[in-house]
């Protein structure tokens, strides 16, 4: 078994409109096909003023559309899957999600009045599938009350909202309108496609390398950068589980994650201890410091003094207690990272801690693990099984890895729902 990307057979039309800002639509466009999905471009005039249509034909899943008129042999690929003579009809139906990245107070205007002038608002009103509309536009027109009240509607239908920031816009102006950033317009749209099979479930996570200190401006810690504890706490959230992240890094959090800063092994164990006992799945993947100075300086150790002996003590063995804490139905997910005999330790961890699952990699391979956007692992199943996740990136990776964990905790009808699906969007939260 391996990983597969979160959004892996989804079909979503991305509406590109013409704003500065749809230069920001091509790193969507990119993260979008790199999480799996099949993209399909509508771009609007004006938007080809801003970006050239070849940037999005080659980065998307099929060729850009245009118009409600592109049909015909220039149109149609060689294998005629999306041949059509109304292709706002076939765009509609077949889309998972319809997201327009920027959105302009124009299109907002149209789409909530209800007009069809171009292939984008043809495609909005002949779709039953989600929307979400990415706002980006000077402060003043986001401000405006018809703007505010046309998103409104807009919201009332069932459209989703990711809310624009603050920040440098068109013409050195600065203030409220700047495009969401690509990395929270895909959080929206995998939490929309992504399926709610940790819905009423606890998720505990750590993450992070512990510091033991020396003296108040020294510590001893590792290379371990949290990435991946940041992965498994997004995707479990977006799978609907309340999450809870324990961590030593400061790191851009998850939407709807609550996280417990902690900075020691102590007091990882403190915090662990406290959430633990309410979770249905805990997740171990900080990197704990196995060793400690015995002894804490209190004031700065001086060049001049000499070299200091620093005396070290073992730590706590955070995952060893929460195995012999473990509750019947808790899911315990442990990790090894090794140089050498990934397997032998893994399995050796696997027993001696009472954990359910230990993720396993060896770090001495490039481009896996500590500090790295990427991950290669070896998850052996207190069941026997084994599965191995080639190198991709840290989220990929937890999407397989909660896979298994989902697996051991049982069928997903009574924790779960279906997937989004309804006219414009579907109710709920909306951003």
């Known amino acids: 078994m391996t990983a ?20 920001k639509a091509v790193e969507v466009c990119r993260r979008l096909v790199d999480d799996g999905a099949h993209v399909s471009v509508v771009m609007t005039a004006g938007a080809l003023r801003f970006v050239g249509e070849a940037t999005f034909s080659t980065l998307a899943s099929e060729p850009v559309h245009r118009s409600l008129w592109d049909i015909g042999p220039a149109a149609e690929p060689p294998d005629g899957t999306y041949s059509s003579p109304i292709p706002h009809t076939r765009l509609g139906q077949q889309a998972d999600l319809v997201l327009v990245c920027p959105a302009t107070a124009r299109l907002i205007g149209t789409y909530a009045a209800g007009i069809s002038n171009d292939l984008l608002t043809a495609t909005l009103l ?24 046309n998103l409104a509607l807009l919201e009332r239908r069932g459209a989703h909202l990711v809310s624009p920031g603050e920040g440098r816009l068109a ?17 929206a749209v995998r939490r ?42 997004q995707v479990a959230a977006e799978r609907g589980a309340k999450v ?16 417990v800063p902690v900075e020691t092994a102590a007091q990882m164990l403190e915090a662990m ?3 633990a006992d309410g979770a249905d799945v805990i997740v171990m993947a900080a990197a704990v410091a196995d060793f400690r100075p015995s002894q804490v300086a209190e004031g700065k150790i001086k060049k001049g003094a000499g070299v200091p002996v620093v005396a070290l003590e073992r730590t706590e063995d955070i995952l060893a207690d929460l195995g012999q804490r ?40 490039p481009e896996v693990g500590f500090e790295h956007d990427t991950n290669a692992v070896v998850v052996l199943v207190r069941d026997g099984r084994e599965v191995e996740v ?24 009574d924790r779960g729902g279906d997937q989004p699906k309804g006219h414009g969007g579907v109710d709920g939260d909306s951003r």
């Open 171 to 187: 013409g050195g102006d600065v203030g409220r309108g700047r495009l969401a950033e690509p990395v929270d317009v895909l959080d």
């Open 4 to 23: 597969v990307a979160g959004l892996a057979g989804r079909r979503v039309v991305l509406g590109v409109t013409g704003g500065i800002a749809a230069y």
């Open 244 to 259: 809870t992240l324990v961590t030593t890094v400061e790191r851009p959090v998850p939407r709807d994650v609550e996280t």
């Open 192 to 233: 929309l496609l992504t399926p709610p099979s940790l819905a009423g479930l606890r998720v505990v996570v750590s993450a992070g390398g512990t510091r033991e200190p020396i003296d108040p401006v020294r510590f001893l810690s590792n290379r371990s950068s949290g990435k991946q504890g940041y992965a498994f706490a």
């Open 273 to 275: 201890r406290r959430y």
């Open 126 to 149: 002949a779709t039953r599938a989600p929307v979400v509309l990415c706002p980006a536009m000077h402060t003043e027109m986001w401000e405006h009350p018809a703007v505010q009240d």
């Open 390 to 413: 080639p190198l991709r990136d840290k989220r990929q990776v937890a999407v397989a890895v909660l896979d298994v964990v989902e697996s051991l905790l049982g069928p997903t009808a």
């Open 326 to 365: 473990k509750r019947a139905g808790q899911v315990l997910v442990g990790f090894a990272a090794e140089t050498s005999e990934l397997r032998a330790n893994a399995s050796d961890k696997l027993a001696a801690k009472r954990a359910d699952l230990i993720v396993a990699n060896d770090v001495s391979v």
